[in-house]
């Protein structure tokens, strides 16, 4: 981490939870995190949204979803819009995340309207960028995360990164248990800082760049203890109170 930019750990949960599931979890969370000088949010399922940001009114922790709509308003049947998400309290929302890109196949164009859709309600997109296995075993790495960076660029402009947060996560590392050595990290991080000075150097050294692929209570503070490593996007451990509590403790002495 560098001291330019504030470490930032976010918690995706995923498809997990239950309101009571969620209140034990933000209990221990909140009694327990204190006074750090880091960001911390959560991203719980669409539907306990409003109800967590009246549990964390209050508390330093900030609210974001897993995904959004491209479409401001109308009929989309089952979708959920960026001014709605603004509207229950969310600041953040991640876009591209390697499960919307394989699962429910978001290409690049879609998670750059996403990307956009969010900002034109005043979210802060994490945009989600990442190699598959065979993607790195070919070599593929950097010329994949371009084309997902690029995409991006092409249609907000390198202007909307200043107010944007990347996450880069491999998919091979993504709750598998095979965590990105801090050295691999490092190197993709780099590279995607370094893609994107080429535009505008200062959005780019300002930029905060998470690492996400099961990170740990245990890994954490090596990966962030790289320069361009600028908190966690975490999975699994942000569903445990204390792996979660000890990944934030990591960020905020790195
Ligand atoms: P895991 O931490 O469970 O590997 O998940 C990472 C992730 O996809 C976070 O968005």
Known sequence: MSNERRPLVAGNWKMHGSRAANTALLDA???????????VLVCP?????????????????????????VEPVGAFTGEVSASMLKDVGCGY???????????????NGVVARKFAA??????????????????????????????????????????AFANAVVAYEPVWAIGTGLTATPEQAQAV?????????????????????LYGG??????????????????????????????FLQICAAANRS
Do not use: W
Request: proline share 2%.
């Open 189 to 209: 991080h780099a590279f995607i800082r370094g893609h994107l000075s080429h535009q505008d150097a200062n959005v780019a050294s300002a930029l905060r760049i």
């Open 118 to 159: 969010a900002q034109a309600e005043g979210l802060v997109p994490i945009l989600c960028v990442g190699e598959s296995l065979v993607e790195r075993q070919g070599e593929h790495t950097f010329a994949i995360i371009r084309e997902q960076l690029d995409a991006v660029i092409q249609l907000a402009g390198i202007s």
């Open 45 to 69: 399922p669409f539907v306990y949204l409003a109800e967590i940001a009246q549990r964390l009114a209050g508390t330093t922790i900030a609210l974001g979803a897993q995904s959004l709509c």
């Open 214 to 243: 099961s990170v740990k209570g245990n890994n954490a503070a090596e990966l962030f203890a790289m320069p361009d490593v600028d908190g966690g996007l975490v999975g699994g451990a942000a569903l445990k109170a204390d792996e």
């Open 29 to 39: 969370v909140v009694a327990r995190l204190g006074k750090l000088d880091i960001d």
């Open 93 to 107: 929302v991640l876009v591209g995340h390697s499960e919307r890109r394989s699962l429910f196949h978001e290409d």
